[in-house]
């Protein structure tokens, strides 16, 4: 029998284990691994790792080394586990109903303490001094253990592991140590379904450790006969929409550009091997790359081609993950190179001329980023633009002859008199960009016109426009005028009266006052000579102003105008090898 003084262990392994019991009904397999060293005379440190197995999905989260608040929950855990040792059984195990298997928040199905009296030897359950077992049963529970239970509860605070679902959230103490602010990758691995592990962990299940070995030397030889190939193309047979924005002079254009497989490992023998030189336009070059991959993608042939042991049998890829940009080298050394290592180069043109560009607008020519296409026949589907209203379609049978239209609003109804714009792949030359005015819906044409219509403006007989409103006024203005002119006549009987005997008085006056008007007319003359003069000169200083202020607008003009074009106005980018620019970048 072991007794309280006899037993010290120096490491405990904590496991907590679920099978199918993630809330929600997936296939979930969960196992944790917690190690928690016991070295005399230093610190508790706490080591943990996961393994996941999530609807066929297998994931392991490597060891790490973390740090978790148990208050004093260690020295008790000592005390309980060194009172069930002196029980004289290796192995105590408990059973706790729980009903809860499939609701949101179970319990964890299995959970397991190993204490080991060394840290230098295996970690099975034979070789530990103590191993303690409490599992969830939906049929059966065991008679109460208060100690026992008592364990598990000061092992959840020792490792800061919680229920099912706080674990699966992030919500526990433990997965928000472990992942932290950094967090910690996840590895994939492959099983068979006969094989899956449920319950151990990777280093101490032997099938998982023979399928990863395994998997590794397929992965190896796999890699040593998957067919070197790329698309390899200089920039002259690149549709000319796609480079016109690059300097005719670049030095880019004397360079070989490429896509292949997210997963080539002989580009970098290549870079490694043709030497680079800087050029300017780098980042303009990386884009055209880009923009060709994304194009190109878009043909099943492209991924056949490219990736041939990733396309499904009988099935085919659009789109995908490719690495792409160009060699910064001689164009001539660097296809040298690809010849004497046995790369198949594939041209550009085989996927160009597969293909059907596109540029699509509407009635006022701005891009459509989402039209609705009919592909021979019914059923309709929304396609999404490559950006600024760039769309591919393969020229096969399906297009041959298709129909388009604007994807109709949420307050639009569908009607079957909608105008379908139809193209034939025939009128279409591969290898170019059409842009193509998709009409507008009927009811949308028809909302339009009635609200230009009610804002139009009215003709006057002038030719002057007003509208309604003013018209309307202008009418009021003349009646009242109206009335004016005949309040006028009434009154000028009367004040010809009054002007005649005004007359007389005024003529007498006319001697005296015309000394005085003569004096006062001469200086006036000369008053009006100088100011004449002086506004001459304020006119002149106008004008000045102007045309400096109207320099200075075509300056603002100008250098708005030069900012606008790439590359001017601003300094270029400074020189970049273009090999560390090389990219995988999604195409879809």
Not at 110 to 134: C, H, I, K, M, Q
Not at 162 to 191: C, H, K
Not at 535 to 541: E, H, I, L, Q, R
Request: positive net charge; aromatic residues 6%; glycine residues 6%.
């Amino acid at each position: 029998m072991t007794t309280h003084d006899e037993f010290a262990p120096t490491k405990a392994v904590f496991y907590f284990r679920t099978l199918d019991r993630w809330p929600g009904g997936n296939a979930d397999m969960i196992t944790i691994k917690a190690v928690l060293r016991l070295s005399p005379g230093a610190a508790p440190e706490l080591e943990a790792q996961f393994y996941r197995c999530f609807d066929g999905r297998h994931m392991w989260y490597p060891p790490r080394r973390v740090a978790v608040d148990s208050g004093e929950a260690l020295a008790e855990f000592l005390a309980v586990a060194r009172s069930l040792a002196a029980r004289g059984s290796q192995a105590l195990a408990i059973h706790r109903f729980d009903a809860a298997e499939d609701e949101w928040d179970p319990d964890w199905a299995d959970s397991e303490v190993l204490l080991y009296a060394t840290d230098d030897g295996p970690e099975t359950p034979e070789e530990a001094s103590l191993r303690l077992v409490r599992r969830a049963s939906k049929s059966e529970s065991s008679a109460p253990d208060p100690e026992l239970e008592r364990a598990f509860e000061l092992a959840h605070r020792l490792t800061g592991v919680g229920r099912v679902s706080q674990f699966g959230n992030t919500e526990d103490a433990l997965a928000a140590a472990y992942w932290g602010p950094d967090g910690a990758p996840e590895q994939d691995f492959d099983y068979t379904v006969e094989a899956t592990p449920t319950y151990l962990p990777p280093e101490t299940d032997a099938v998982f450790l023979e399928l990863q070995a395994a998997h590794a030397q397929a992965k190896a030889q796999a890699e040593g006969s998957r067919p070197k190939t790329m698309l390899v193309y200089r920039l002259d047979e690149v549709p000319e929409f796609l480079t016109r924005e690059l300097p005719p002079d670049a030095s880019v254009r004397q360079c070989l550009f490429f896509a292949a497989r997210e997963d080539h490992r002989f580009l970098d023998a290549l870079i490694a091997a043709v030497p680079e030189r800087e050029h300017d336009d780098t980042d303009a070059a990386m884009d055209i790359a880009d923009r060709v991959t994304r194009i190109a993608s878009q043909s099943e042939d492209f991924a056949k081609a490219l990736r041939p042991d990733k396309v499904p049998a009988g099935g085919a890829i659009i789109g995908g993950t490719y690495g792409n940009g160009f060699h910064g080298g001689d164009a001539e050394a660097v296809e040298r190179w690809l010849e004497a290592h046995g790369v198949e180069r594939v041209s550009l043109r085989t996927f160009l001329d597969k293909l059907i560009l596109l540029r699509l607008v509407d009635e006022e020519g701005a891009p459509l980023e989402q039209v609705d296409k009919v592909p021979g026949g019914p059923p309709a589907r929304t396609e999404n633009s490559l950006g600024d209203g760039l769309y591919v379609f393969e020229r096969d049978r399906r297009h041959v002859r298709f129909e388009l239209a604007q994807v109709l609003e949420a307050d639009e109804e569908d009607d079957e008199d909608e105008p379908w714009l139809e193209l034939r792949s025939e009128d279409l030359p591969p290898g170019v960009l059409h842009t193509v005015t998709v009409p507008a819906p009927a009811a949308r044409k028809a909302a339009e016109t009635k609200k230009a219509e009610k804002q139009a403006p009215v003709k006057m007989a002038a030719g002057k426009k007003t509208t309604p409103k003013a018209a309307a006024g202008k009418t009021a203005a003349k009646a009242a005028a109206g009335k004016k002119a005949s309040k006028a006549a009434a009154g000028k009987t009367a004040a010809k009266a009054a002007a005649g005997k005004k007359a007389a008085k005024a003529a007498a006056g006319k001697k005296a006052a015309k000394a005085a008007a003569g004096k006062k007319a001469s200086k006036a003359a000369a008053g009006k000579k100088a100011s004449k003069a002086a506004g001459k000169k304020t006119a002149k200083a106008a004008a000045g102003k102007k045309t400096t202020s109207k320099a200075a607008a075509s300056k603002k003009t100008a250098a708005k105008k030069t900012a606008s074009k790439p590359g001017a106005a601003k300094k270029k980018s400074a020189k970049k090898t273009s090999s560390k620019q090389a990219r995988s970048k999604k195409t879809k």
